[in-house]
T-cell receptor, first 114, second 109 residues
Framework: DAGVTQSPTHLIKTRGQQVTLRCSPK?????VSWYQQALGQGPQFIFQ???????QRGNFPDRFSGHQFPNYSSELNVNALLLGDSALYLC?????????????FGPGTRLTVT | QKEVEQNSGPLSVPEGAIASLNCTYS??????FFWYRQYSGKSPELIMF????GDKEDGRFTAQLNKASQYVSLLIRDSQPSDSATYLC?????????FGKGTRLHILP
């Protein structure tokens, strides 16, 4: 049973650049959520994709955008990077329509903005 | 503002004892409650979820939910050094999950 995968593992970018992170959901899952986790904090919800559309969004600026593909995989794009965007970016997958709401996380992408 | 509150710790517990982790939440509409374990430098791992008032047991872990008090707890019996990690409480008041900042647990050998 393939779990959630993310790429790349680590990334170093310069302020002002753009970055794309990728996620493949757990086998059988159709919903992908993205989170940002700063050091010493809990994950903060960025947005969720289902049926190739953004279904929910947290308090993040428009610099953060995403996409979901027909195979349920997803991308997170961040434009005009700021130093404060340095964090662990987590992707979590789940199955829509369940009364339960378990999400399973990928290993994350560590983004460092210099 | 929907919030989830946890004591940041560290909580130090002797090996073999019971570790008790607590969490409160602000949104009474929350229906699902989760505990994740996160080792340093790793991603969160789902260890327990609970939806109904009362207790739910899974091995050495027991989750307790009291919706009237808006309170969730996690008990870890027979604590092991491998239980040393940050434990994140999470709730979903709607279609997204809100996390607390986590409690650092240190099991003393």
């Amino acid at each position: 049973d393939a779990g959630v995968t993310q790429s790349p593992t680590h990334l170093i970018k310069t302020r002002g650049q753009q970055v794309t992170l990728r996620c493949s959901p757990k086998s059988g899952h159709d919903t992908v959520s993205w989170y940002q986790q700063a050091l010493g904090q809990g994950p903060q919800f960025i947005f969720q994709y289902y049926e190739e559309e953004e279904r929910q969004r947290g308090n993040f600026p428009d610099r953060f955008s995403g996409h979901q593909f027909p195979n349920y995989s997803s991308e997170l794009n961040v434009n005009a990077l700021l130093l404060g965007d340095s964090a662990l970016y987590l992707c979590a997958s789940s199955l829509a329509g369940q009364t339960t709401y378990e999400q399973y996380f990928g290993p994350g992408t560590r983004l460092t903005v210099t | 503002q929907k919030e989830v509150e946890q004591n940041s710790g560290p909580l130090s517990v002797p090996e073999g004892a019971i570790a008790s982790l607590n969490c409160t939440y602000s949104d009474r509409g929350s229906q699902s409650f989760f505990w994740y374990r996160q080792y340093s430098g790793k991603s969160p791992e789902l260890i327990m979820f609970i939806y109904s008032n009362g207790d739910k047991e899974d091995g050495r872990f027991t989750a307790q939910l009291n919706k009237a008090s808006q309170y969730v707890s996690l008990l870890i019996r027979d604590s092991q050094p491998s239980d040393s990690a940050t434990y994140l409480c999470a709730v979903n008041p709607d279609d997204k999950i809100i996390f607390g900042k986590g409690t650092r647990l240190h099991i003393l050998p």
